[in-house]
């Protein structure tokens, strides 16, 4: 074998290699670029949500501006009262549907009852109730289940994991409590 030959064979062998990195190079540059658009694409579809629940409670708050009624804190009694005649409770939808559902039965009992939005670790997002009772404080109500909760940040939403059934990161990151 001539010193041209094994010339010609190294660079067959280095433009194989630069080709190779090259395709490689190509090949993490799209997984990166999907990897992107499918971030972009989630991220749409989170302010979309958002804008969603933005607008769903700007419309709560306008409806309950027109109430004009004088609406009490109720006892701890009458919270605990209430979810016993709700109980069995099935209402067509989410939580914003629950929550709304609740809130408006103790409005219609001449109770004041405030949304609780509730943001978890894992991006999802939950409403609720809250009650400022005159004997008790705050009483936190999950509505769908129809039972007082305690949220505490960092810790998960309700024991055992009970909406998220262990499928989401349901540990509570921040809670908005909708005062009118």
């Keep these: 074998m001539t010193n041209s030959m094994l010339r010609i064979g190294i660079?067959?062998?280095?433009?194989?290699?630069?080709?190779?990195l090259y395709l490689y190079q190509d090949?993490?540059?799209?997984e990166?670029?999907?990897s992107q658009i499918a971030l972009i694409d989630e991220r749409d579809s989170l302010i979309e949500d958002n804008e969603y629940l933005t607008v769903s409670l700007g419309n709560l708050q306008e409806d309950y501006n027109e109430i004009?009624?004088?609406l009490n804190e109720p006892t701890y009694g009458e919270v605990i009262q209430i979810l016993k005649?709700?109980?069995g409770l099935k209402v067509d939808g989410n939580c914003c549907n629950y929550s709304e559902y609740v809130q408006g039965y103790f409005y219609n009992n001449g109770l004041q009852c405030y949304i609780v939005i509730t943001n978890f670790k894992g991006g999802d997002g939950h409403v609720s109730v809250a009650l400022n009772t005159k004997d008790k404080g705050w009483v936190y109500v999950e509505p769908i289940v129809l039972g007082e909760y305690n949220p505490v940040m960092g810790k998960p939403y309700l024991p055992l994991g009970l909406l998220s059934k262990g499928t989401v990161d349901d540990k509570v990151v921040t809670q908005l409590v909708v005062l009118r």
């Design 32 to 34: 990166l670029i999907n």
């Design 68 to 70: 004009d009624i004088k």
């Design 11 to 20: 660079v067959l062998v280095l433009t194989l290699i630069v080709v190779g």
């Design 85 to 87: 005649e709700l109980n």
């Design 27 to 30: 090949m993490r540059i799209n």
